[in-house]
């Protein structure tokens, strides 16, 4: 149980006025608070949870956290008045609080039995769907044992918030982890002490901050490096060797690479059968829940992982492969005949997909003309970003497609790979009575761009 037994641990905690015998269940939002929890009141350019601490207090905060700064003396010396029963902490900054309470908390529970595991993934793309993929197959042979990062909450907040779910009745922890800035990846493994790890693949994700792929390898290694340290050489990790930047990870003892062309294990996917050549046997998973060929892949990389770490489960695990049925996770998915991604875009996942689709197609037996894309921005490319929408345009026309309507500020980049789509428009809006027609006119439907555009919303208009 998360409680107040930390404090002495803590260099963050400056002071505590209230009652100290408190459990703490943590809770940063105050528009979702319940009563009986703690609040850490955050901040940031645009915001100050400072400001909601009496709101929470009327819902029944048990606890509240927050920065310490000169002008809140009088007012937490009036709150703890009007509140006898509430522990107030403050703190030299409640980002750094919740960070090493978490580090503290996760630290303890591993402590607490041999077996426990910590199993950090990242990845320029597919990080949920391999967590997701993971978390299934490993809760399919230890149920209610595995804890999973819950939608895309793998940041500097969304650790933390994960680790604090984490409770005795569980001995697996997945921890997804996300970064767009240098550094982060390893602030993350100081807060979870990942012992085993994924890293999906190294693509051109967040290289506006990165300023190249090799950056964004080096980025992500750092989840390698960590759990070497922390378990000592011999933690499982596995990756996918046909990733030019991943087949170069220096070997250790828990290493285990996986490709269609490189890797310990060989994977070949026929249709819906996938077979995996490792230890001299062959492995064989056929499902027919997944449609893209990637998927298969991911699926395969996801099992190796989890018969690397369960060898006695391996049967276990490759029958909860077959029946694995990837969830709705608001990101890609098939909508009738329509493949939407409108959650991200980056030059590497608009390849997959775009390449994912036309196999798709092809298996179908639909022609390409009967088909039609819509391809939105790709962000946070900055200098690159020319050159990369131009690349996949271009990847376009390599495919065959020529039924295409680009959308977003960078349209006329894209227009430089395939001079004379159907259509290209600045916003999404101006695209509505034409992508009626195409909805009518046209058997199966691609739609991919980054968040800002919305692209979802085009669902509604029919």
């Known amino acids: 149980m998360l409680n107040n037994r930390f404090f002495p641990q803590m260099t963050t905690v400056l002071k505590l006025t209230g009652p100290t015998d408190a459990e703490l269940v943590i ?16 901040h940031g350019e645009n915001f100050d949870g400072f400001n909601y601490v009496e709101h929470v207090l009327e819902l029944g905060a048990r606890v509240v956290v927050y920065t310490a700064k000169h002008d809140r003396f009088l007012i937490i010396e009036q709150l703890s008045i009007a509140h006898p029963k509430v522990l ?47 978390s299934s197959l490993l809760e399919a042979v230890f149920p209610g044992k595995v804890l999973a990062t819950k939608g895309n909450l793998n940041n500097h907040i969304g650790v933390p918030l994960t680790i604090f779910k984490i409770t005795n009745a569980h001995d697996i922890a997945i921890i997804e982890m996300g970064m ?6 390893n602030e993350l493994c100081a807060i979870a002490h990942p012992e085993h790890g994924m890293i999906t693949n190294i693509g051109a994700a967040h290289i506006e901050f990165m300023h190249s792929i090799e950056n964004i390898f080096k980025e992500k290694n750092a989840l390698y490096f960590s759990v070497l340290k922390n378990a000592n050489g011999i933690g499982i990790f596995v990756v996918n060797a046909d ?27 026929d249709g819906h059968k996938i077979t995996i050549n490792i230890d001299d046997k062959k492995l064989l ?90 391809l939105g921005d790709m962000n946070e490319l900055g200098i690159f970003a020319e050159e990369l929408h131009k690349e996949i345009a271009l990847h376009l026309k ?25 259509s290209a428009y600045l916003v999404k809006e101006d695209f509505h009575e034409e992508w009626k027609k195409i909805r009518k006119n046209y058997k199966y439907v691609f739609v991919k761009a980054s968040r800002s555009l919305q692209l979802e919303t085009l669902m509604s208009i029919v």
């Open 398 to 422: 390599s495919c065959g497609i020529k039924n295409v309507s680009f959308i977003g500020r960078y349209k006329d980049f894209y227009q430089q790979g395939l001079e004379s789509p159907k």
């Open 27 to 42: 809770n940063t939002d105050s528009r979702n608070f319940k009563k009986g929890e703690t609040f850490v009141a955050l």
């Open 88 to 134: 107030f902490i403050e703190v030299t900054e409640t980002l750094n609080f919740i960070q090493e309470l978490a580090s503290l908390y996760i630290t303890e529970w591993r402590g607490k039995k041999d077996n426990r595991k910590i199993i950090g993934i990242t990845g320029s793309n597919g990080k949920t769907t391999h967590k997701e993929m993971l």
């Open 180 to 185: 767009n800035h240098p550094g982060e990846i």
């Open 285 to 374: 998973i056929t499902n027919n829940n997944i449609l893209e060929h990637h998927n298969l892949k991911n699926l395969a990389g996801t099992a190796i992982f989890a018969m690397r770490m369960f060898p006695e489960k391996t049967a276990q695990i490759l029958a909860a492969a077959v029946e694995y049925a990837q969830p709705s996770m608001n990101r890609s998915q098939w909508i009738e005949n329509i493949f939407l991604d409108a959650y991200n875009a980056n030059p590497s996942s608009m390849r997959v997909s775009i390449d994912s689709f036309v196999n798709i197609m092809k298996k179908k037996g639909v022609s390409l003309d009967e088909c039609y894309f819509v």
């Open 243 to 269: 990733d030019v930047f991943l087949n170069k990870l220096v070997p250790s003892k828990g290493l285990t690479t996986y490709g269609e062309k490189n890797g310990d294990a060989k994977v070949e996917i």
